[in-house]
């Protein structure tokens, strides 16, 4: 059974930082590229970022480049969203998915997190 489990969301002021993490299991990790998407409330799930399966490559939104990073652990099979200079509008549940292409569309991925709360403050 596919698991992946989002860790390190919270509270934090504009202008701060968290770092997200994914651990997953029951998959070949190493064979799937894994994104991080979010979804504020009243709105849909939108695309944040993607790495490919070795971490040779990444993609952002426009809205989040030059601030947030994205990573992977291929040994810990855990990929990472490090989140900086955050904003109010950057307030959402973040989640990270798996697929067997780098993609910035929903339908693309295979297995999805529950999801982590990010709340910015102003």
């Known amino acids: 059974q596919v698991q992946l489990v989002e860790s390190g969301g919270g509270l934090v002021q504009a202008g701060g930082s968290l770092r997200l993490s994914c651990a997953a299991s029951g998959l070949t990790f190493r064979s799937y590229a894994m994104g991080w998407f979010r979804q504020a409330p009243g709105k849909e799930r939108e695309f944040v970022a993607v790495i490919n399966w070795s971490g040779s490559r990444t993609d952002y939104a426009d809205s989040v480049k030059g601030r947030f990073t994205i990573s992977r652990d291929n040994a810990k099979n855990t990929v990472f969203l490090q989140m900086n200079n955050l904003e109010p509008e950057d307030t959402a549940v973040y989640y990270c998915?798996?697929?067997?292409?780098?993609?910035?569309?929903?339908?693309?991925?295979?297995?999805w997190g529950q999801g982590t709360q990010v709340t910015v403050a102003s």
């Open positions: 998915a798996g697929s067997l292409t780098s993609s910035h569309y929903r339908t693309a991925y295979n297995y």
